[in-house]
């Protein structure tokens, strides 16, 4: 027998239809405003990749260190908030955002159009430059010359996408971090490794001689504090942010301190003006 839409059971089902509906949408309601929530919660959690030389790395005590580790301290002191860094590997950078794992991640990430599609940029707050570094005998010029040849990359990375796009026949050797890169490198593993100049730099000096010299650059890359895309109150409070910490001189502070140089002068306010 062909049950009736008008019975009683009906009547039941639909009010637990609607009932389930409305607890749903009152709970997306609730979570839709992440800037509120970590104010209320009183604590935010940044997500950033450990290994990573000059931006976010171990000291000889074994503390974070690094200019994007004081980014996120006076991006959490600013907000009026506890910082809890939450420790990654680049390659879980954006996974990490995608998952609720963390809130945002501060992690020398650049802003890609890929990117783009996946979660939510704010307005540039550092620059990264990337390099294709090699052994000293080897003569590369460009990306033609990396056909058939190894070529480390950092997983899910700038500079691994722009190997992979330029030189397709060239053979990618990935690892899931700087720091596991760094250490193939040390150890004789690699001859050709794209990367930012700051882990090249680390790779030499961890090496105790010029092991690998820069072969050209691949790019300038400008980098964003990530959130989730749909977060508009958050990035227009973390745009704001940015903006004021580029004119005041902070950020730039914060770069110079750790990189030995300044912020590029298109990126500060201040420096534009005068």
């Known amino acids: 027998m062909r049950a009736s839409c008008r019975g009683p059971d009906f009547a039941l089902h639909l009010l637990a239809f609607l009932f389930c509906a409305a607890a749903l949408l009152a709970a997306s309601s609730a979570r839709a405003d992440l800037l509120s929530d970590l104010r209320q919660r009183g ?5 950033m990749a450990v290994g990573v030389p000059l931006f976010s790395y171990l000291d000889a005590r074994q503390d974070l260190a690094g200019s994007d580790v004081d980014t996120a301290r006076l991006l959490a002191s600013s907000l009026g908030v506890r910082l809890e860094i939450v420790r990654l590997t680049n390659a879980e950078r954006i996974t990490a955002i995608e998952t609720g794992a963390v809130d945002v991640v501060v992690s020398s990430l650049s802003i ?8 939510g940029f704010s ?3 550092a620059r990264l430059y990337v390099v294709l570094a090699g052994r000293p005998a080897l003569r590369v010029n460009g990306y033609a010359d990396l056909a058939g040849l190894e070529v480390g990359v ?4 700038a500079s691994g996408a ?3 796009r330029f030189a397709p026949r060239a053979r990618l050797v990935a690892f899931d971090s700087d720091m596991f890169l760094i250490e193939a490198a040390v150890a004789g593993r690699l001859d050709l490794f794209s990367t930012q100049g700051a882990v090249l730099d680390a790779v030499n000096r961890q090496a105790g001689y010029k092991m ?5 650059v691949q790019h300038e890359f400008d980098l964003a504090v990530a959130m989730p895309r749909r ?3 958050l990035r ?3 745009n704001a942010w940015v903006f004021e910490q580029l004119r005041s001189g902070r950020l730039n502070e914060i770069y110079r301190r750790h990189h030995g140089r300044d912020l590029p002068a298109e990126l500060r306010p201040a420096a534009r003006v005068r």
């Open 236 to 238: 227009t409070w973390i």
């Open 162 to 164: 722009l190997v992979a």
């Open 212 to 216: 690998f010299e820069e072969k050209f």
């Open 154 to 157: 950092t997983r899910n990375t």
């Open 123 to 125: 307005i540039p707050y």
């Open 112 to 119: 890609t159009p890929e990117r783009e599609q996946q979660v």
């Open 43 to 47: 604590v935010i959690r940044v997500g």
């Open 231 to 233: 977060e508009r109150a």
